[in-house]
């Protein structure tokens, strides 16, 4: 008898000033499962940076599948970040079912749980859909997912301190990264491609007036990337 497959699908980095947002899909079988609830995976904001990254290996060798998509502040910047989400969603779904047989999908809601599902019906209408506010809190696909996106993300995070000096968090709560994004626009007189500049932070931290969001729809956002593929 063949083992039932589970999808869980969140998000890290939806809301800071600095960096990519990623999204991770990770694919799971009934045993699989079993063995990271042994293991203590659970929402990945309940976990320490270390306890993340030491169950991170785990979840990627137990999974029949992993799809992570990430969104750059430039795209934050020009599309709607709901309609980006719901893109890079549709597109993983497409993808994981393209390799594997899912029986069920469980999606960590970001706005209304019925658009979501609207959007995603015609990608997955042969799997059972579970959309749900603070999905990572309720099903261990999901809290799977959100590791593997937090984890993804911290490294990222990392890599451009490393670049750009220490800038916090990336959060507009962190005094440290709006010091950090005050002081490099003081220096020279731009913000860096890593910062989300249609933040209303940003106004409000450098007193400058930023060029309000585009907020181009998903047909615009999905016709931009076909005629860059072609």
Do not use: C
Not at 19 to 27: K, N, Q, S, T, W
Not at 52 to 60: D, G, K, Q, Y
Not at 77 to 97: G, H, T, V, Y
Not at 108 to 122: G, Q, S, V
């Amino acid at each position: 008898m063949q083992s039932r497959v589970i999808a869980g699908i969140d998000e890290a980095g939806r809301g800071p000033l600095v960096g990519d947002m990623f999204i991770a899909l990770v694919a799971l079988e009934d045993q699989a499962l079993q063995a990271l609830k042994a293991l203590g995976v659970k929402d990945s904001k309940k976990l320490t940076k270390t306890r993340r990254e030491s169950l991170f290996p785990f979840i990627i060798s137990l999974s029949k599948l992993v799809i992570v998509h990430r969104i750059t502040p430039d795209k934050i910047d020009e599309f709607n970040i709901n309609e980006l989400e719901l893109q890079a969603i549709a597109d993983a779904l497409r993808k994981a079912l393209r390799s594997i047989l899912i029986q069920e999908v469980y999606i960590d809601a970001f706005t209304n749980p019925e658009r979501i599902m609207k959007r995603l019906n015609d990608v997955a209408n042969n799997v059972k859909l579970h959309i749900e506010f603070q999905a990572d809190s309720k099903y261990l696909a999901v809290a799977a997912a959100s590791i593997v996106a937090k984890v993804l993300r911290d490294k990222h995070i990392d890599k451009l301190k490393s670049i750009y000096g220490d800038l916090g968090s990336g959060y507009p709560s962190d005094t440290k990264t709006l010091d950090w994004i005050r002081h490099y626009y003081e220096k020279f007189k731009i913000l860096p491609p890593i910062v989300r500049k249609s933040w209303k932070t940003i106004e409000r931290v450098l007193n400058i007036k930023i060029d309000s969001k585009k907020s181009k729809s998903l047909l615009e956002y999905i016709s931009n990337n076909l005629e860059r593929v072609d």
